[in-house]
């Protein structure tokens, strides 16, 4: 495709092409794993893509194995979002509409605190029409109540899958809230080793700010900036003060931190959590780690399909991946 094809907006991929990718995406033979956490952190380095891109990509395919299920948009925006192409920054639809456009669900639940942003975003979905707004519900309040609220009723279907996106600016996302989604409903194994789980956890797509927020909190020179440390704020975040001090304590680096919460992730039994360093396009600065925690292992193969046809991605193999056979 040319560069002025994707300008117009032609889609990347047919209908057609999207189905033969599944089938073969699906056959494959295993999810390669790194060896362990570090290693997965250090070598999945950093891409410099847009994640509002990765995640058009990836609801493509989601779409055909996973549709007609419920999206939760926890920190939803205005709706539009921000790109930058070659060092341009222009508006584009944010993740909240993406999701809304993508015919992937069911039913969305949109959660937004700010009231301007949720003034706009209001009207975005107002301007989608009926037969796609009929499904969406909006709320104007803190997500970590919200998503409480919404997992203790009867409104969202349980055998159906769920995809939570919980993308922070900051340190807004409390660590109970991430229990609540994770244990809302059980992984089944599949019945056959090489077979598909015939029943996952919640999906979680989360913006873990590790080289803004964490950085800040974790001061390097203690002394210089005592105040930037903040013990209430880590014990929100992780869920309590076990879950940090030793690192504290060690005066280990910020960095341990995304890799004590992609531990946390992975207690709470998903089977795949993959944490993925995000750069910022024009400086090549590390941003902060986009992480997916999922069940399904076409889930882990989608989204690296969609990372790699995504404009911007450093398109390597991954050193150090091994594949269990
Ligand atoms: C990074 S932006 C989200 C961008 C959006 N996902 C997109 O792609 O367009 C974070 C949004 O979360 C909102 N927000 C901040 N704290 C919140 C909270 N506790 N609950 C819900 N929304 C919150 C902010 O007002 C802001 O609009």
Excluded at 45 to 53: P, Y
Excluded at 194 to 218: D, T, Y
């Amino acid at each position: 495709m040319t560069a002025s094809q994707a300008d117009q907006g032609v889609p990347l991929f047919s209908e057609a092409d999207l189905d033969a990718m599944i089938v073969e995406i699906n056959s494959g033979r295993s999810v390669p794993e790194a060896r362990d956490i570090a290693t997965q952190i250090r070598e999945f380095h950093g891409w410099t893509l847009n994640k509002l891109d990765v995640f058009e990509n990836y609801l493509k395919m989601y779409r055909r194995v996973a549709g007609g299920g419920t999206y939760i948009d926890a920190f939803a925006g205005t709706g539009k979002g921000r790109l930058v192409k070659n060092g341009q920054s222009t508006v584009r639809d944010g993740s909240s509409l993406i999701a809304s456009k993508s015919g992937a669900f069911s039913a969305l639940h949109l959660i937004e605190k700010d009231k301007g942003n949720f003034e706009l975003l209001d009207a975005e979905v107002k301007a989608l029409g009926p037969r796609q707004s009929s499904k969406i519900h909006i709320y104007h309040n803190d997500c970590n109540s919200i998503i409480s609220e919404l997992l203790g009723s009867n409104e969202l279907d349980r055998d159906k899958p769920c995809f939570a996106l919980l993308d922070q600016e900051s340190t807004q996302l409390d660590w109970s809230t991430i229990q609540k989604l994770a244990h809302w409903k059980t992984y089944e194994p599949p019945p056959i080793d090489s077979g598909r789980p015939k029943k996952c956890k919640v999906e979680l797509w989360i913006l873990f700010n590790s080289h803004q927020a964490m950085s800040r909190l974790w001061p390097h020179d203690r002394d210089r900036f005592p105040e930037s440390f903040s013990p209430q704020t880590l014990d929100r975040v992780f869920g309590s003060r076990e879950a940090w001090w030793e690192l504290w304590e060690g005066r280990k680096s910020f960095r341990k931190l995304i890799e004590r919460f992609t531990e946390q992730l992975r207690c709470l039994g998903y089977q795949y959590v993959l944490p993925q360093l995000i750069k910022d396009p024009i400086t090549s600065r590390p941003q902060y780690h986009m992480i997916h925690a999922t069940d399904h292992p076409s889930a882990v193969s989608f989204m690296r399909w969609a990372k790699r046809s995504t404009d911007g991605f450093e398109n390597q193999q991954f050193p150090g991946m091994e594949t269990s056979a």
